[in-house]
T-cell receptor, first 114, second 116 residues
């Protein structure tokens, strides 16, 4: 059974810092990996999706990397801002009959203070 | 365009009552998922619909839970004889299709269910 772990569980940083969120998964046979953001009382917003054949994806100040063989992904946030404060979730999918079903980590609660 | 919508946004019910939760996916999206987010369990997959294929119900926690998707669009998740452990946020997501590049899932705001 796939298990996804996110470290740290919570992170508090001053505005302007660069930071890294970590995600690990136990079964390397993934189809893709997604990073989501969740604001309090809201649904999830997809930030980046990395296909299993890719090594990284970038969007603005966000960069996500994937090392499938070692079962790891990182989300790098550059020049953090208070508006980045949210819970960040990592999720993986398998192919085949499990297509698209997301297995989530527990999330990292990020607080960026002015 | 409009995103995924869910109704109601909040539902409070008494133990033993049945509830129906509704999801309107993004128009044209062929795949629809239901997930549950609870304090103890995090985010868990419940059920998956793809086009006209039989749904994947492997995540439903008990036979009190069922879901249908009518006309390949709107979906309803039904929980019969609700229990307090059913209290959670129920999230719906849709995806454009099956091909690579169409697999980003778009989530609705969720329905917060409280069973008293």
């Amino acid at each position: 059974k796939q298990e996804v772990t996110q470290i740290p569980a919570a992170l508090s940083v001053p505005e302007g810092e660069n930071l890294v969120l970590n995600c690990s998964f136990t079964d390397s046979a993934i189809y893709n990996l997604q990073w989501f953001r969740q604001d309090p009382g809201k649904g999830l917003t997809s930030l980046l999706l990395i296909q299993s054949s890719q090594r990284e994806q970038t969007s603005g100040r966000l960069n996500a990397s994937l090392d499938k063989s070692s079962g790891r992904s990182t989300l790098y946030i550059a020049a953090s801002q208070p508006g980045d404060s949210a819970t960040y979730l990592c999720a993986v999918t398998r192919g085949g009959t499990s297509y698209g079903k997301l297995t989530f980590g527990q999330g990292t609660i990020l607080t960026v203070h002015p | 365009g409009a995103g995924v919508s869910q109704s109601p946004s909040n539902k409070v019910t008494e133990k033993g009552k049945d509830v129906e939760l509704r999801c309107d996916p993004i128009s044209g999206h062929t795949a629809l998922y239901w997930y549950r987010q609870s304090l103890g369990q995090g985010l868990e997959f419940l059920i998956y619909f793809q086009g006209n294929s039989a749904p994947d119900k492997s995540g439903l926690p008990s036979d009190r839970f069922s879901a249908e998707r009518t006309g390949g669009s709107v979906s309803t998740l039904t929980i019969q004889r609700t229990q307090q452990e059913d209290s959670a946020v129920y999230l719906c997501a849709s995806r454009p299709g099956l091909a690579r590049g169409l697999d980003t899932q778009y989530f609705g705001p969720g329905t917060r269910l409280t069973v008293l």
